[in-house]
Antibody, heavy 121, light 106 residues
Framework: QVQLVQSGAEVKKPGASVKVSCTSSGYTFTDYYIHWVRQAPGQGLEWMGWINTRSGRTRYAQNFQAWVTMTRDTSISTVYMEMSSLKSDDTAVYYC??????????????WGQGTTLTVSS | DIQMTQSPSTLSASVGDRVTITCRASQSVSVWLAWYQQKPGKLPKLLISKASILQSGVPSRFSGSGSGTEFTLTISGLQPDDFATYYCQNLDNYWTFGQGTRVEVK
């Protein structure tokens, strides 16, 4: 079945970097963009950006442009999201989700299980 | 980035009520808008895409309408399973979310 499986929980110190993975299965990896969304404890959803898994092109939300990098490895159907210079308010659950950009009614239809990142000294 | 504003932030309702949530965009997004439902500790679930296209398996009591800058999600006959938080999302260019509307038991 179609699924996105994310890497496990992370605990980092302020100023550190983290790299979260999202591995796809059950569909053609390069037919869908992958987006990243985060949710701080008790807060709403925050869109971070997307990666075109075919070309590698990315688009980031303004808040994340300077310190988030999304990459992909098509050989293993995996997308990575790396964040640098972490702060305590980056503590959140990070989700990947897919988007059929070729569809006329695309949205985020399948989500990964989420990766909890805790940033604490 | 386009800003998405939902109202109300919290809505108290009873089973059987007709519920309407509004989402306003800071500039036109045409029909490029989705609605999601999220329950505590669970993943967001896509309900509606392109403003009004109900996703497969989503009950027909959910409906979406609107275009440009103003959109609504309507639940016709609220069911116990519908108490949750609902988010709109702009699908045009930068995919920003609204802040969410929590539907709670009255």
């Amino acid at each position: 079945q179609v699924q996105l499986v994310q890497s496990g929980a992370e605990v980092k110190k302020p100023g550190a970097s983290v790299k979260v993975s999202c591995t796809s299965s059950g569909y053609t990896f390069t037919d869908y963009y992958i987006h990243w969304v985060r949710q701080a404890p008790g807060q709403g959803l925050e869109w971070m950006g997307w990666i075109n898994t075919r070309s590698g092109r990315t688009r980031y939300a303004q808040n994340f442009q300077a310190w988030v990098t999304m990459t992909r490895d098509t050989s293993i159907s995996t997308v990575y999201m790396e964040m640098s210079s972490l702060k305590s308010d980056d503590t959140a659950v990070y989700y990947c989700a897919r988007d059929d950009a070729a569809s006329s009614d695309n949205a985020l239809d399948v989500w990964g299980q989420g990766t909890t990142l805790t940033v604490s000294s | 980035d386009i800003q998405m504003t939902q109202s109300p932030s919290t809505l108290s309702a009873s089973v059987g009520d007709r519920v309407t949530i509004t989402c306003r965009a800071s500039q036109s997004v045409s029909v490029w808008l989705a609605w999601y439902q999220q329950k505590p500790g669970k993943l967001p679930k896509l309900l509606i895409s392109k403003a009004s296209i109900l996703q497969s398996g989503v009950p027909s009591r959910f409906s979406g309408s609107g275009s440009g800058t103003e959109f609504t999600l309507t639940i016709s006959g609220l069911q116990p399973d519908d108490f949750a938080t609902y988010y709109c999302q702009n699908l045009d260019n930068y995919w920003t979310f609204g802040q969410g509307t929590r539907v709670e038991v009255k």
